[in-house]
């Protein structure tokens, strides 16, 4: 919102994906013990398909998290309104040179097409879930305290490598939640604008977010031991009754 609001003056691509990935690190830090740090519905259920999140949590954890990106973008409007009056003084539109919704949720530029869309953030979404499940799998011997800031990292290695096209999303309810609010501010055509734009930063983060953890678990997760030892079958020093 600071890089809209200002001109794009304020803040340079870099400082935005280093505030996402700190955001979602601290975030993740702050309920890690209770919720287990969920914040994005693709993450919920490609954790519900691995059985890893039962289909009551995972209904519950959507919904939380969409009503939680509405509040967040509500009181974004009200901490930068007055910047948003100074930016843009009456006008409260999608396109052109003081657009403001954007600071809210994702749109396209006219020229990429849907298609486009819908597999970026098939890709985008697929990376972040695909380094989730690397994290996470305790055979791999990350601590569970460094969990929360290589979430981060992931985020804001997705942003500096593939934010051009949309401003990565790559989460439903960071899109969803903020784009019912809008429609109070800027009315129905943040559902109308590029054809029907709307739900493809809804559903193709899950589409991205599940193939990407049966990717890991397939081809990564089932064959790691579990106990995590390699054995040496010419090694003395290993009984042939322990390999």
Not at 12 to 37: E, M, R
Not at 49 to 76: E, H, N, P, R
Not at 172 to 196: K, M, Q, W
Not at 225 to 239: E, G, Q, S, Y
Request: charged letters at 10%.
């Amino acid at each position: 919102m600071q890089f809209i609001l200002s001109g794009e003056k304020l803040n340079t691509w870099i400082q935005i994906n280093l505030g996402w990935g700190l955001a979602i690190a601290f975030c993740v830090y702050s309920c890690s013990k209770t919720s287990g740090g969920h914040f994005n519905p693709a993450v919920s259920l490609a954790m519900l398909t691995l059985g890893k999140l039962s289909a009551k949590d995972c209904v519950i954890y959507c919904v939380v998290q969409t009503v939680g990106a509405f509040i967040g973008a509500m009181g974004s409007f009200g901490i930068y309104y007055d910047q948003l009056v100074n930016f843009a003084g009456d006008e409260r539109t999608i396109e052109g040179p003081h657009a403001t919704a954007g600071s809210f949720c994702s749109f396209p530029a006219p020229h990429l097409s849907n298609l486009t869309c819908f597999f970026d953030q098939i890709a985008g979404t697929g990376l972040l879930v695909f380094f989730v499940c690397v994290v996470i799998d305790k055979r791999n011997g990350i601590p569970n305290a460094a969990h929360p800031l290589l979430f981060g990292l992931v985020v804001m290695m997705i942003g500096t490598c593939m934010g051009m096209n949309l401003g990565y999303p790559i989460n439903p309810a960071r899109d969803l939640g903020p784009r019912i609010f809008t429609v109070f501010i800027y009315g129905s055509e943040v559902f109308t604008y590029h054809n029907c734009y709307f739900w493809i930063p809804i559903f193709a983060p899950v589409v991205g977010a599940v193939l990407a953890a049966w990717t890991y678990h397939l081809f990564i997760g089932a064959h790691i031991p579990d106990d995590n030892k390699v054995h040496i079958l010419n090694d003395p020093k290993v009984p042939l009754n322990k390999i």
